[in-house]
C-alpha cells in the first residue's frame, strides 16, 4: 500500500496542486493522509478544501483549520496569521466549514498516530527537538507518529535503548520504518520553512516499509500575486520565495 502524507496545505492552491500532480506522475497512492492546517496564510482556502476532498484522504484539524471553525481564540494567533484567519472566514462556504468542523485532533491508523503537532499537545505544540521528541514518546500508543505544525521534515527515532536520535530527513534517501519507534514530519506542502521554497510532501510504502520525502517546485509567483489581491499581509508572501 502507498499512502500520500501531507502536512500544512494553508490554502496554497499553486503548491498543493504541484504535489498532487507529482504524486500522480509517481504512480499515484492507495491512502491519502492529511495532518491539518488545510486553511490559514493563503489566498484558497475553499479551492484547497475542495480540492483535498476529492482524495478522499483521512485528515485531522490543525491549529489553523479549528481557528477558522471558532475552535480557538484568535489570541493566541500573530497578528498576520490572525488577520488571515478573519480573511478566511469570510471566504469559505457553509459546505467548507462543516468539513473543517468534522476532523478530528487525533487519528489512529494502520500502526501510525496522525496528529498537527504532538502527542502530548496535538494541536499546539511544535515537535522540532530531540528533547520535546523524547517527552513526547511517551505519549505514544502506536509504534509510529505523523506531525505537522513546524512545516519542516524531521525524523526522530528511538534507539532500543530508549535514546532519540534525528536522521537527516530529505528527498536524497528513503528512511526505512524498523521495529523502532519514529516520530516523523513530511514538512510542508503550502508554506515550506526550513529554507527550500519547495513544496514538501511523503511517501510511504508499506509494503517496502519506507517513507521518502519529496519536494516540488511550483509557481509560487503566482501565490504572492493571490496573497497581494487579497490584501492579507505582505509577510505571507514574501515567505514564500525564501521557504522561511
Ligand atoms: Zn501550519
Not at 499515484?28 to 482556502?45: E, I, M, Q, S, T
Not at 479551492?47 to 482524495?55: A, D, N, T
Request: glycine fraction near 8%.
Amino acid at each position: 500500500m502507498r499512502y500520500a502524507v501531507i502536512a500544512d496545505i494553508h490554502a496554497n492552491l499553486e503548491a498543493f496542486s504541484a504535489v498532487l500532480q507529482d504524486i500522480k506522475s509517481a504512480g499515484g497512492v492507495d491512502r491519502f493522509w492529511c495532518l491539518g492546517d488545510v486553511v490559514g496564510y493563503g489566498p484558497d482556502p475553499s479551492s484547497c478544501i475542495k480540492l483535498l476532498r476529492e482524495q478522499k484522504p483521512v485528515c485531522i484539524a490543525g491549529n489553523h483549520d479549528l481557528a477558522v471553525i471558532g475552535k480557538l481564540s484568535l489570541k493566541d494567533f500573530n497578528p498576520d496569521a490572525a488577520e488571515a484567519i478573519k480573511w478566511t472566514v469570510q471566504q469559505i462556504t457553509e459546505d467548507d466549514k462543516k468539513y473543517l468542523e468534522s476532523l478530528p485532533r487525533v487519528i489512529e491508523k494502520d500502526g501510525f498516530t496522525l496528529l498537527h503537532g504532538s502527542p502530548r499537545e496535538p494541536v499546539w505544540e511544535y515537535l522540532i527537538s530531540i528533547g520535546s521528541a523524547m517527552a513526547n514518546f511517551n505519549y505514544l500508543r502506536t509504534q509510529y507518529c505523523l506531525v505537522g505544525h513546524s512545516h519542516k521534515p524531521l525524523f526522530f527515532h528511538q534507539q532500543m535503548d530508549g535514546n532519540v536520535v534525528s536522521i537527516p530527513f530529505n528527498e536524497t534517501i528513503g528512511q526505512v520504518l524498523s521495529r523502532e519507534r519514529c516520530i516523523i514530519n513530511p514538512g510542508g506542502v503550502g508554506q515550506p520553512r526550513d529554507g527550500d521554497p519547495r513544496a514538501s510532501y511523503a511517501i510511504y510504502d508499506s509494503q517496502a516499509g519506507i517513507i521518502k520525502i519529496h519536494r516540488v517546485s511550483y509557481d509560487y509567483k503566482e501565490t504572492q500575486v493571490k496573497i497581494m489581491k487579497a490584501n492579507l499581509p505582505l509577510k505571507l508572501s514574501i515567505r514564500l520565495a525564501n521557504g522561511v
